[in-house]
């Protein structure tokens, strides 16, 4: 039986593409991307070969950021803001994440948004609640939120005060 080295692999495809698209997500850049690849394809991985995978994601994310929600049904929002670690330019470092999850009536959860906005203020979380608006999303009969003021401030100021459960423990 012949064994197989990892330059034998046929060219980039789909899951080179993930593979590339998921180093610069965990915050390398592309010539550490190229090199690191060089190896796995015989040196055929080269610059415009990760520019255009990263182009491909950045355009797929733009796309899905965009999407109507016109046709979403949603009954009740979560929302909650949340930070992760990540390495930007060779340091650790902290991002506020704000989290905007739907569930439909079938109790299937939805991504609806996913935003890096620095913080959890009022102003912040008006300029998520705005786009989900501009993109079509209703009402929701219910709202989970974790009780941060600028949340509540920035749904006040959105006319989307409805019921909603301060998900708080012991709250």
Known sequence: M???????????DAWADALIASTYLAGTNT????RALAA????????DVVSRVWRKVKTDWDVWN???????????????????????????TS?????????RVDGQKVLLAIKSMGGETTEAWRTVLDDLVARGLRRPQFLIVDGAPGL???LAA??????????????
Not at 70 to 88: A, K, N, S
Not at 95 to 101: N, T
């Open 66 to 92: 965009a999407r109507s929600l016109q046709d979403e049904p949603m009954v009740r929002l979560i929302f909650d803001g949340t930070v992760v670690r990540v390495r930007l330019d060779r340091k650790a």
């Open 152 to 154: 509540d401030k920035a």
């Open 158 to 171: 959105a006319g989307m005060a409805c019921r909603h459960k301060d998900a708080r423990w012991g709250r």
């Open 2 to 12: 012949e064994e197989r080295g990892l330059a034998s692999l046929p060219a980039p």
């Open 40 to 47: 796995v394809f015989a040196g055929g991985v080269g610059k």
């Open 31 to 34: 010539r550490r991307v190229r």
């Open 95 to 103: 991002i506020s994440l704000l989290v905007v999850i739907g569930v």
